[in-house]
């Protein structure tokens, strides 16, 4: 069992939330070609350690923001706000 | 290798068991092989086999980073079957299932396959419409597969309860899906493999490939280099990591898949159940532990354990079909940690580095596909060319668009 501590409502459990995959994709330019698309809309980062995920406490407050998770230990490092930009201390693992 | 039978069987027993040799070689590593398998699960393992057995590649390593099959070879709930809505997933899988069916005697290893039907569970006039489109499709692929009425499916499954939240309204059944011993199955091509020369190391981690220019020559382990200029990673739950060293991208997440088993009771289910609708699915062993699977957690996990909250609306949702198991205590739970891509089929075959071969992506559903998987991988290194089968389940389908999407086939939620 996570527990996630929402930005609003303080630690809950897992089951109050949502998952919403990984944080910091941004969609490319239409005009982009087929390698970017395909790199965006199927590879994944997928790492074994820090994850930048999208969270929401959907049976909650509604939020969304974004946690980094030890996908190994499942720890919960840092919890930051959405469009905010990658925690410094987690470098370039959006 | 020593044969086995009921005569050596009984031949040993009389001398007090003590002519028994090692199943399989663990060998050390040379300097120089043809090919690498690196993972030593049942892919792996099956891939090694059929190079030596099919096309003559005997010289041939398996590379495990710990022990052979402990990985999700010897963590999922053995289920195999062919019974999916695409006319490549069919095939291939079916596939799969014929080679099971004559494994035992190939491998003169028991795999301990029964054949017991896989019953899927419609809730809604829906549910079933879906699933005679489902059925018609995977007979339309030469695969058996026949729609059950509820009288039939109590006749079945006498333990199921017609009177739970969801309704039963019918189903479907494919009678020659059914369950198989997945140690056996591990060992079986172990032993296989290493009578005709591969060699089986243990303890042996990839820690990074010799590539230059576009083409393999070879791996750096944690025991030293050793040179080969083709590879197969096979590597359930740690494809993304092991294609990083190679700098090749995955479309792949990796999530935790659980599974749990009851104490042991008297046979009272020779049927597996599996309800799509409620995302659980329900077998007994051959020990008369009852194995029980539902959906995968939600969220990126290495763990290899699942989460609660999960756990229980799986139990719940097989309390509510079998209420007689409520009173059954829970032995053991655990997760494998799955590796699911955007369509939900396996990621197989060339990558864009020559010599270097990638058999991952199987999601949920890997034991079921270990024979097919292992005989299209050894074709595919030994001609150099995508084998018929897998042709469709190459990595290029995410950039085409030809995705062979079978979310609802998979039978688990993700």
């Given at each position: 069992?996570?527990?996630?501590?929402?930005?609003?409502?303080?630690?809950?459990?897992?089951?109050?939330?949502?998952?919403?995959?990984?944080?910091?994709?941004?969609?490319?330019?239409?005009?982009?070609?087929?390698?970017?698309w395909?790199?965006?809309?199927?590879?994944?980062?997928?790492?074994?350690?820090?994850?930048?995920?999208?969270?929401?406490?959907?049976?909650?407050?509604?939020?969304?923001?974004?946690?980094?998770?030890?996908?190994?230990?499942?720890?919960?490092?840092?919890?930051?706000?959405?469009?905010?930009?990658?925690?410094?201390?987690?470098?370039?693992?959006? | 290798?020593?044969?086995?039978?009921?005569?050596?069987?009984?031949?040993?027993?009389?001398?007090?068991?003590?002519?028994w040799?090692?199943?399989?070689?663990?060998?050390?590593?040379?300097?120089?092989?043809?090919?690498?398998?690196?993972?030593?699960?049942?892919?792996?393992?099956?891939?090694?086999?059929?190079?030596?057995?099919?096309?003559?590649?005997?010289?041939?390593?398996?590379?495990?980073?710990?022990?052979?099959?402990?990985?999700?070879?010897?963590?999922?709930?053995?289920?195999?079957?062919?019974?999916y809505?695409?006319?490549?997933?069919?095939?291939?899988?079916?596939?799969?299932?014929?080679?099971?069916?004559?494994?035992?005697?190939?491998?003169?290893?028991?795999?301990?396959?029964?054949?017991?039907?896989?019953?899927?569970?419609?809730?809604?006039?829906?549910?079933?419409?879906?699933?005679?489109?489902?059925?018609?499709?995977?007979r339309?692929?030469?695969?058996?597969?026949e729609?059950?009425?509820?009288?039939?499916?109590?006749?079945?499954?006498?333990?199921?309860?017609?009177?739970?939240?969801?309704?039963?309204?019918?189903?479907?059944?494919?009678?020659?899906?059914?369950?198989?011993?997945?140690?056996?199955?591990?060992?079986?091509?172990?032993?296989?493999?290493?009578?005709?020369?591969?060699?089986?190391?243990?303890?042996?981690?990839?820690?990074?490939?010799?590539?230059?220019?576009?083409?393999?020559?070879?791996?750096?382990?944690?025991?030293?280099?050793?040179?080969?200029?083709?590879?197969?990673?096979?590597?359930?739950?740690?494809?993304?990591?092991?294609?990083?060293?190679?700098?090749?991208?995955?479309?792949?997440?990796?999530?935790?898949?659980?599974?749990?088993?009851?104490?042991?009771?008297?046979?009272?289910?020779?049927?597996?159940?599996?309800?799509?609708?409620?995302?659980?699915?329900?077998?007994?062993?051959?020990?008369?532990e009852?194995?029980?699977?539902?959906?995968a957690?939600?969220?990126?996990?290495?763990?290899?354990?699942?989460?609660?909250?999960?756990?229980?609306?799986?139990i719940?949702?097989?309390?509510?079909?079998?209420?007689?198991?409520?009173r059954?205590?829970?032995?053991?739970?655990?997760?494998?940690?799955?590796?699911?891509?955007?369509?939900?089929?396996?990621?197989?075959?060339?990558?864009?580095?020559?010599?270097?071969?990638?058999?991952?992506?199987?999601?949920?559903?890997?034991?079921?596909?270990?024979?097919?998987?292992?005989?299209?991988?050894?074709?595919?290194?030994?001609?150099?060319?995508?084998?018929?089968?897998?042709?469709?389940?190459?990595?290029?389908?995410?950039?085409?668009?030809?995705?062979?999407?079978?979310g609802?086939?998979?039978?688990?939620?993700?």
């Amino acid at each position: 069992m996570l527990r996630i501590p929402c930005p609003y409502c303080g630690v809950r459990d897992e089951s109050e939330f949502t998952f919403g995959g990984p944080a910091h994709v941004t969609r490319p330019l239409p005009e982009s070609d087929d390698a970017t698309w395909t790199s965006y809309l199927f590879a994944r980062r997928n790492p074994a350690g820090v994850h930048l995920e999208r969270w929401s406490h959907a049976f909650g407050c509604g939020v969304w923001f974004n946690i980094a998770r030890d996908t190994c230990t499942h720890d919960i490092l840092k919890v930051y706000a959405t469009g905010e930009p990658t925690p410094p201390e987690f470098g370039n693992r959006g | 290798m020593q044969r086995y039978s009921a005569l050596k069987l009984a031949g040993l027993a009389l001398r007090g068991n003590h002519g028994w040799q090692p199943a399989w070689r663990d060998a050390e590593p040379k300097s120089t092989y043809d090919v690498l398998v690196i993972g030593g699960g049942g892919h792996g393992l099956a891939t090694a086999y059929y190079l030596a057995r099919k096309h003559g590649v005997r010289n041939v390593a398996v590379l495990e980073r710990g022990a052979i099959g402990l990985g999700n070879s010897g963590r999922n709930t053995q289920v195999v079957r062919s019974n999916y809505f695409y006319p490549a997933s069919c095939a291939f899988y079916d596939h799969s299932l014929k080679l099971y069916e004559g494994l035992s005697s190939e491998l003169n290893f028991n795999v301990m396959l029964s054949q017991r039907g896989v019953l899927n569970l419609a809730h809604s006039e829906h549910d079933l419409e879906m699933q005679r489109r489902w059925c018609n499709a995977i007979r339309m692929s030469a695969v058996d597969s026949e729609m059950l009425s509820p009288a039939e499916i109590q006749k079945l499954v006498p333990p199921l309860s017609f009177r739970g939240r969801h309704p039963i309204l019918g189903g479907f059944i494919q009678r020659r899906a059914g369950i198989c011993r997945h140690d056996a199955v591990v060992w079986g091509y172990a032993r296989a493999a290493s009578a005709l020369g591969v060699d089986i190391i243990q303890n042996c981690e990839v820690l990074g490939f010799q590539i230059e220019g576009d083409r393999l020559h070879g791996v750096r382990t944690n025991r030293g280099t050793i040179s080969a200029n083709r590879a197969v990673m096979s590597v359930a739950g740690y494809s993304s990591q092991l294609a990083g060293l190679a700098g090749l991208p995955l479309q792949i997440t990796t999530m935790a898949l659980q599974a749990m088993v009851t104490e042991p009771i008297k046979p009272v289910l020779d049927t597996m159940v599996i309800s799509s609708l409620v995302h659980a699915y329900v077998s007994q062993s051959d020990r008369g532990e009852i194995v029980i699977g539902g959906g995968a957690d939600a969220y990126n996990s290495y763990a290899q354990r699942g989460g609660l909250p999960l756990q229980r609306s799986v139990i719940g949702a097989v309390v509510e079909l079998f209420p007689s198991f409520s009173r059954l205590r829970l032995m053991r739970q655990w997760a494998g940690r799955v590796d699911i891509t955007p369509d939900t089929s396996p990621i197989m075959g060339l990558t864009p580095i020559e010599g270097l071969f990638i058999n991952c992506g199987w999601g949920t559903g890997g034991f079921k596909a270990i024979p097919a998987g292992g005989d299209t991988m050894a074709d595919t290194v030994a001609t150099g060319k995508p084998h018929p089968l897998i042709a469709g389940f190459d990595m290029k389908r995410f950039q085409t668009g030809a995705l062979i999407d079978e979310g609802a086939a998979a039978g688990v939620a993700h």
